[in-house]
C-alpha cells in the first residue's frame, strides 16, 4: 500500500492557518464592501475556448486542461484502425481535440469575469463593480510562493473609462495592506507608457519584447537587460534610450515630467504620462494617507505579462528585506477584455491579490493577531459526576452570551485537562468544581498572566467578553 500524499504543488490546511487565511480574506472582504463591490463566484471548470489565446503563450502551456470522459471510446476507434501499437502517439495528437479535452480549470479570475459579464450583460448595473475570492489552478513548477493551486481575491470595475476607479484601486490596496500590517510599496506605471518608449527607441512593433526584457530588471540588473535587448533586436541607440528612461529617478512628479519631455515625439506616451498623474491625483484626493507608511511610486520598468492591460498597470511588493517574494499584487486597465467574447467597448479595470503569498509572508513575520488562530475563548474543565452537569450549564450561559466556548468531553486527569488547554492556545480556562457549583460560581484562570480567580458566572462571562 503506497503512502498518502498530496498532489505536487498544492497543500492542506490545518485549523490554525485555515483560521489565519479566512483572517486575511475577511480584512479583504470588509474592505471590497466597504468600496460597493459585490460578490462574485464562477466555475472551478471553463470552457477550454474560454481560457485560450487570453494569457499569450508561456500562459496557455499553464492551464491545467481535463481530460473528458470515455477515453476508452477513442482507444476503441485507434484499435479499429490497428492503431493500438501507437496509442499514445494518438492520444498525444488527439490532446488538443475537444475529443479529448473541452475544458479546464481556471487560470485566473480575471478571463471568467469577462465572460460572466458578457452572458450576463442585459442583467447588469454598469459600471459594474464585482470581487472575487476563489482558487485557481496553474501547470507551474512549485517553489517557494509559487503553487499549482492557489487563491486569487480580486476586485474589478467594468463599463466606465474614469481613473477614480483606478484610484479607488489604489485606495483599497493601500488600506488593505495597512490594516494587514504588511509593509508594502504599491508600483505604478502605464502600458501606453510603455508603448511611447518602443516608439522613441525606433522599434513601435517590438513593444512585448522590450516590455518582457524591461520586466526582469530587478533579477537580472540592467547589463543582463541590455543583452536581452540585443537578442530581441533592439540596436544599441534604442537600448540606449531605453537606459535614460530607466535611469531617471526623483519624486513621482519629477519623474512623470521628465517622461513627458522623453516622450515629446509619442503621442502614446505623453497619453500615458497624463493618465498616471491624474490617477495619483485622484489617489491624493481619496487616501487618507495620516500614519501611512505605504508608497505609490512609478517605475517605468513594471511591464505587467499579460496581454490584456491597456492602461495604468500596478503591482505590490513586499518591502521587508527579510522577505524574498514576488510580487503579492496586481493589476490594471483592460479597454476591451470583454471584446474576446463578442461584447466591444467595455472599459474595465481591476487588481489582484496573491493571498496565498500574502499568507506566506504574515505567517514569516508573525504579523497575524495571536487571537486568529484559537477557536475557542475559553476552555470548560470536566470534573464529573455533578459538576458535569454543571459544567454544561455554564457552557451553555457562555455561548448565549456570545462567548466561543468549549467543554472537555470526558472526566480525565486535570492534568490531561490543562495540557490540551494549553496545546490550543485559549486565553482562559474555567474550573467548575465541587466548591464552584455549591456556590453558583466559577474559577477562572488566565493562561496568559497565570493568575487565577473565583467570581461568578456572570462576572466571569463580563470578563471573557471584555
Request: aromatic fraction near 10%; glycine fraction near 8%.
Given at each position: 500500500m503506497s503512502k498518502p500524499a498530496i498532489p505536487q504543488g498544492t497543500r492542506d490546511y490545518s485549523p490554525e492557518v485555515v483560521r489565519k487565511r479566512r483572517y486575511i480574506l475577511d480584512t479583504l472582504k470588509g474592505i471590497f464592501e466597504l468600496y460597493g463591490f459585490q460578490p462574485l463566484e464562477t466555475p472551478a471548470m471553463e470552457n477550454l475556448t474560454t481560457l485560450t489565446g487570453k494569457y499569450g503563450e508561456e500562459g496557455d502551456r499553464l492551464i491545467f486542461k481535463i481530460l473528458n470522459n470515455g477515453l476508452h471510446e477513442i482507444k476503441k476507434e485507434a484499435d479499429k484502425a490497428k492503431l493500438s501499437a501507437e496509442w499514445e502517439k494518438v492520444l498525444s495528437k488527439a490532446y488538443s481535440s475537444p475529443l479529448v479535452t473541452e475544458r479546464?480549470?481556471?487560470?485566473?479570475?480575471?478571463?471568467?469575469?469577462?465572460?460572466?459579464?458578457?452572458?450576463?450583460?442585459?442583467?447588469?448595473?454598469?459600471?459594474?463593480?464585482?470581487?472575487?475570492?476563489?482558487?485557481?489552478?496553474r501547470a507551474d513548477r512549485p517553489q517557494k510562493g509559487r503553487y499549482r493551486e492557489f487563491w486569487q481575491c480580486d476586485a474589478d470595475v467594468v463599463g466606465s473609462t474614469s481613473l477614480i476607479n483606478e484610484a479607488e484601486l489604489l485606495c483599497i490596496y493601500s488600506q488593505a495592506f495597512t490594516h494587514l500590517g504588511l509593509p508594502v510599496a504599491i508600483k505604478i506605471n502605464s502600458r501606453k507608457l510603455l508603448q511611447g518608449l518602443s516608439e522613441i527607441c525606433g522599434y513601435p512593433e517590438k513593444m512585448m519584447d522590450i516590455t518582457i526584457a524591461m520586466d526582469k530588471l530587478d533579477k537580472i540588473g540592467w547589463s543582463g537587460v541590455a543583452t536581452e535587448l540585443q537578442n530581441r533586436g533592439i540596436d544599441e541607440a534604442g537600448t540606449s534610450l531605453l537606459q535614460q528612461a530607466i535611469d531617471i529617478t526623483g519624486t513621482n512628479d519629477e519623474k512623470l515630467a521628465a517622461y513627458y519631455a522623453l516622450m515629446a515625439d509619442s503621442p502614446s506616451g505623453k497619453a500615458g504620462v497624463e493618465e498616471i498623474r491624474n490617477s495619483l491625483e485622484y489617489y491624493a484626493s481619496l487616501w487618507d494617507g495620516?500614519?501611512?507608511?505605504?508608497?505609490?511610486?512609478?517605475?517605468?520598468?513594471?511591464?505587467r505579462g499579460l496581454n490584456y492591460y491597456t492602461g495604468v498597470i500596478v503591482e505590490?511588493?513586499?518591502?521587508?528585506?527579510?522577505?524574498?517574494?514576488?510580487?503579492?499584487?496586481?493589476?490594471?486597465?483592460?479597454?476591451?477584455?470583454?471584446?474576446?467574447?463578442g461584447l466591444k467597448g467595455l472599459s474595465g479595470v481591476g487588481i489582484s491579490f496573491g493571498v496565498d503569498r500574502i499568507y506566506d509572508i504574515m505567517d514569516e513575520l508573525r504579523l497575524f493577531p495571536q487571537q486568529v488562530s484559537v477557536s475557542a475563548k475559553v476552555i470548560i474543565l470536566n470534573f464529573g459526576g455533578e459538576n458535569e452537569l454543571y459544567a454544561l450549564d455554564v457552557l451553555k450561559?457562555?455561548?448565549?452570551?456570545?462567548?466561543?466556548?468549549?467543554?472537555?468531553?470526558?472526566?480525565?486527569?486535570?492534568?490531561?485537562?490543562?495540557?490540551?488547554?494549553?496545546?490550543?492556545?485559549?486565553?482562559?480556562?474555567?474550573?467548575?468544581?465541587?466548591?464552584?457549583?455549591?456556590?453558583?460560581?466559577?474559577?477562572?484562570?488566565?493562561?496568559?498572566?497565570?493568575?487565577?480567580?473565583?467570581?461568578?458566572?456572570?462576572?466571569?462571562i463580563d470578563l471573557l467578553n471584555g
Open positions: 479546464a480549470l481556471r487560470y485566473d479570475l480575471t478571463i471568467p469575469f469577462a465572460r460572466y459579464v458578457v452572458m450576463h450583460q442585459n442583467e447588469l448595473a454598469f459600471p459594474f463593480r464585482r470581487y472575487q475570492m476563489q482558487p485557481v489552478w495620516a500614519g501611512n507608511t505605504i508608497s505609490v511610486d512609478v517605475d517605468i520598468s513594471l511591464a505590490v511588493v513586499c518591502t521587508n528585506p527579510q522577505v524574498k517574494m514576488g510580487s503579492i499584487g496586481g493589476g490594471g486597465r483592460y479597454d476591451d477584455l470583454t471584446g474576446l467574447f450561559q457562555c455561548r448565549a452570551a456570545g462567548v466561543a466556548a468549549e467543554i472537555y468531553p470526558d472526566a480525565a486527569k486535570f492534568d490531561k485537562q490543562m495540557k490540551y488547554a494549553n496545546k490550543r492556545e485559549v486565553a482562559y480556562v474555567l474550573l467548575p468544581g465541587d466548591e464552584e457549583r455549591q456556590t453558583n460560581s466559577v474559577s477562572i484562570k488566565n493562561f496568559i498572566t497565570g493568575e487565577q480567580k473565583k467570581m461568578t458566572i456572570a462576572d466571569a
